[in-house]
Structures are given as C-alpha cells and as structure tokens.
C-alpha cells in the first residue's frame, strides 16, 4: 500500500536537481513527475510513460546522490526519491486487479482532474469510477482478471457510450 505525496518540487526544479546531480532525466520521466505533483488528486489512475526500469535506474542514482548531499540537494533529492518510488509501484501490473472504485460525476471533478480524464481517459471521463475501470485494464497482464464493485449507470446511460464501446473492443 502506497500512500500517495504530492511532489513539491516544479518541473524545473525536477529537471534541475537531475541536471545538478549528473543524472539523466528522459521527457517522459520529466513528464511523470510533473505528474506527480497531482499524485493526491490522480491517486493510481497515473500510468507512467517512462519505462520501469528507467524509474528504477533514476530512483537509484537519486538515493545513491544522497548520501553526503548537501542540505538543499538533499531536500529535493529526497522529494525526488519519494516520487519516484511511487512512480515505480504505479508502472507495476499485475496478474488480478480487485477494486471499489471512488464514485465521482464530472461535475464534481476539480478543473485540474476533470481535464486530466479528458486526456487520457476520454472514453471514461463522465465519471472516476468508469477511469479506474480503464486503468484496471491497463494494470492487469493479458489473461489476467480484474473484479470490481461499480454502480450500473455506465451499462446504460448514454453519456457512457463511448466508453462501453471501447470496453467491447478491447476486453473480454
């Protein structure tokens, strides 16, 4: 069980400490820790873009860049290191995905999250609980299974065609 923490640090910043440290950062890594700074509002339906072994590889040498950092490297270091163990559990799948999801229209949804689901879950954005049911999807291996306690509004309303139809394309 992760509990998520919002990475204070700025995009520039992120990039910076790296750059400081010697460390090489890909643009989908950067782009995940931007990412992160959302991590209490996007919770787990954040999928990394950068690989696994990436967050890995970059969690080791910020750990190792600790040791014998100064007081303000070591600040943004450690904020870097917790961001990117989370990002290192969110990359994971797995073979069985169990899950009640958070029930939220999209007109409960803050601006930040609302636009969030609308680029990248645009099929699912009517509702959180329709994104975590896509992200389950992306979590679980091929072959694997996924169970889920979910209201039925998605089977029929209208507004979650777009979402029923990419389910019946792309899963069993």
């Given at each position: 069980?992760v509990?998520f923490?919002?990475l204070?640090?700025?995009p520039?910043?992120?990039?910076?400490?790296?750059t400081d440290?010697?460390?090489?950062?890909s643009?989908?890594?950067?782009?995940?820790?931007?990412?992160?700074q959302?991590?209490?509002?996007?919770?787990?339906?954040i999928?990394?873009?950068?690989?696994?072994e990436?967050?890995i590889?970059?969690?080791?040498?910020?750990?190792?860049?600790?040791i014998?950092?100064?007081?303000?490297?070591?600040?943004?270091?450690?904020?870097l290191?917790?961001?990117l163990?989370?990002?290192?559990e969110?990359?994971?799948?797995?073979?069985?995905?169990?899950?009640?999801p958070?029930?939220?229209?999209g007109?409960?949804?803050?601006?930040?999250?609302s636009?969030?689901?609308k680029?990248y879950?645009?099929?699912?954005?009517?509702d959180?609980?329709?994104?975590?049911i896509?992200?389950?999807?992306e979590?679980?291996?091929?072959?694997?299974?996924?169970?889920?306690v979910t209201?039925?509004?998605?089977?029929f309303?209208?507004?979650?065609?777009a979402f029923?139809?990419k389910?019946?394309?792309?899963s069993?």
């Amino acid at each position: 069980i992760v509990r998520f923490q919002d990475l204070p640090l700025s995009p520039e910043q992120s990039a910076q400490t790296f750059t400081d440290q010697g460390i090489t950062a890909s643009k989908e890594l950067l782009h995940d820790l931007t990412l992160m700074q959302q991590t209490t509002n996007f919770g787990s339906l954040i999928t990394p873009t950068a690989s696994t072994e990436e967050i890995i590889r970059a969690r080791t040498q910020v750990q190792s860049k600790l040791i014998g950092a100064d007081l303000f490297a070591a600040n943004a270091l450690q904020q870097l290191d917790v961001a990117l163990h989370q990002l290192a559990e969110l990359s994971r799948t797995f073979w069985c995905v169990v899950d009640n999801p958070p029930y939220m229209g999209g007109g409960k949804m803050n601006k930040i999250l609302s636009d969030y689901v609308k680029k990248y879950y645009p099929a699912a954005k009517n509702d959180v609980a329709t994104c975590f049911i896509l992200m389950a999807f992306e979590k679980v291996h091929s072959g694997g299974e996924i169970g889920m306690v979910t209201l039925d509004s998605w089977m029929f309303l209208s507004s979650f065609e777009a979402f029923r139809k990419k389910m019946l394309k792309e899963s069993t």
